[in-house]
């Protein structure tokens, strides 16, 4: 037996999550496999009802936990709350941060019924597979932020840019580990001409790298990866890249698969992994069962894979993806002409008699 911890937070959380955990059942009855479930408050959801968007209780309910499945957090209603009250940083990153999910492992591969779809032209992103590692717990979004008044009027904001030797060798272990298990070629983004973080970064990516004499390691510069990404990405297979760089980044690398909807991501290095969809909570299109529910539903299928070890299983439910989109059925985010628009559910449903 299987517990799966839900956080299905705000916006097309509270949509995606079911759908997911739809799937997850049709896959338990086929193979035989036994996944219960617990539900808890995260985010605006959580503020609403307790007054704090991370409870003690979601903590608990996740420490128990195999495995976390999160929606998104976030939205304009709670906007203006007091900053470590709102969702993304009173919830999100604490919940990182506590559980030590350090590696953000963010695969970005083009469906091959969907190379078309994608902002760039078919030839440049057929058979993309890349895999961009962001760490997690670290850099910008983790620093020390304050704000001052000016004597003069108006204020300065600061922001604390710090990496420690061991954060980035850990996650650089992981890069060179996945790079081994792949094509033997790590790329390390950073921005270590400018930035000091940068400059130990690189420092420690080269000496973990001594350790892996078959792995081949490149550097790039981040600003010039951005360009690269849209130029020529199959230049690419496992990078690894700080904070900032990897939430960017692989929001961007999402358009070349043909949507942001169709990202899946697992965060690993803490007592409990936790999987969600590289989105947000869309507000824009939020409870009209327009979101796409893959990303949600593949990162379903690398809880099954990275926590479970449920081969089989994960295969299943990438495959009836595939199939899915190979008989044409589209979200609106990915829609193209000649093709089945359907919404959330009708997505699901396909994907779940596909699994047979
Ligand atoms: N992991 C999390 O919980 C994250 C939360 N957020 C929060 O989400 C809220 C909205 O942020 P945005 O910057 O708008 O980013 P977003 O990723 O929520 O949306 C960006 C655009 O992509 C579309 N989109 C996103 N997911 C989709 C899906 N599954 N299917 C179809 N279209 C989809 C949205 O409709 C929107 O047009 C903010 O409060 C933000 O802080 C943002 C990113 C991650
Ligand atoms: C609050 C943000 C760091 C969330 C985000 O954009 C992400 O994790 O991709
Ligand atoms: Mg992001």
């Not at 999100?92 to 506590?98: A, D, E, I, S, V």
């Not at 440049?124 to 910008?140: A, F, K, N, W, Y």
């Not at 400018?194 to 981040?222: C, F, G, I, T």
């Not at 700080?242 to 909807?261: H, V, W, Y």
Request: negative net charge.
């Amino acid at each position: 037996m299987y517990k799966i911890a839900l956080l299905p937070g705000d916006g097309i959380g509270p949509e995606i999550v079911p759908q997911a955990v739809r799937v997850l059942q049709a896959v338990g009855e086929k193979f035989n496999r036994e996944f219960q479930f617990q539900t808890a408050l995260i985010g605006g959801a959580a503020y609403d009802a307790t007054g704090h968007p991370l409870p003690e209780e979601t903590l608990a309910v996740c420490r128990s936990s195999d495995a976390i499945l999160l929606g998104a957090v976030g939205g304009p209603k709670w906007d203006n709350l007091e900053p470590e009250l709102r969702p993304e940083r009173g919830a999100l990153l604490p919940l990182r941060k506590k559980l030590g999910l350090y590696a953000n492992l963010r695969p970005a591969v083009v469906n091959p019924a969907l190379a078309e779809a994608s902002t760039l032209k078919e030839e440049l992103v057929s058979g993309l597979d890349i895999l961009i590692i962001r760490e997690l717990t670290g850099g910008l979004y983790f620093g020390e932020k304050r704000r001052e008044d000016l004597p003069g009027g108006g204020q300065k904001a600061v922001e604390t840019l710090e990496y420690t030797t061991a954060e980035v060798e850990r996650v650089t272990r992981l890069g060179f580990e996945m790079a081994r298990k792949r094509n033997k070629k790590l790329m390390s983004v950073d921005k270590a001409n400018v930035l000091e973080s940068s400059r130990l970064w690189r420092e420690v990516v080269e000496s973990v790298a001594k350790e892996y004499p078959d792995v081949e390691l490149s550097h790039m510069y981040v600003d010039n990866c951005a360009m690269q990404l849209v130029r020529n990405p199959k230049q690419f297979d496992v990078m690894v890249t700080e904070n900032m760089f990897g939430d960017i980044l692989t929001d961007l690398a999402s358009q070349l698969t043909g949507s942001i909807g169709m990202l899946p991501s697992a965060s690993l290095g803490g007592e409990v992994a936790l999987y969600e969809p590289i989105h947000g909570s869309a507000p824009d299109i939020a409870g009209q069962n327009l979101a796409n529910p893959i990303a949600t539903i593949l990162s379903v299928a690398m809880m099954l894979r990275v926590s479970f070890n449920l081969e089989a299983e994960a295969a299943a439910i990438e495959q009836a993806v595939d199939s899915v989109l190979a008989r044409g059925y589209r979200t609106g985010d990915i829609l193209q002409p000649g093709k089945t628009r359907v919404g959330t559910v009708e997505m699901t449903e396909a994907i779940i008699s596909a699994l047979g």
